[in-house]
């Protein structure tokens, strides 16, 4: 990601730090959904950014990628995968 992309929506979660957003990255010509994640080591949980990115020259990615970040935003963070 660079300073020139540019945030294309923000679909909300019902729970803290569950919001998906959605990037255009004018370099890659590509969609990219990033949402926050957590996972459990020995030490506990712990919380990260994930990132997926989908080529913006297909409309069934395109289509796809907006039913997960729906999907996504509904997930608690500890299910997202």
């Known amino acids: 990601m660079s ?3 540019m945030k294309v ?3 909300p ?3 803290m730090g569950g919001d998906v957003t ?3 990255c ?3 010509r590509a969609f990219v959904l990033e949402y926050g994640v957590e996972y459990c080591t020995p030490d506990g949980w712990h ?3 994930a990132t997926c990115a ?3 020259g297909d409309s069934k990615q395109v ?3 907006l039913l997960d970040a729906i999907d996504l935003a509904r997930k608690p963070l500890q299910d997202r995968s």
């Open 63 to 65: 289509q796809a990628m």
């Open 13 to 15: 979660s019902r729970l």
């Open 54 to 56: 989908y080529p913006a």
């Open 9 to 11: 929506a923000v679909f």
């Open 47 to 49: 919380s990260a950014k």
């Open 3 to 5: 300073y020139k992309d």
């Open 26 to 28: 004018q370099h890659q």
């Open 22 to 24: 959605c990037w255009y």
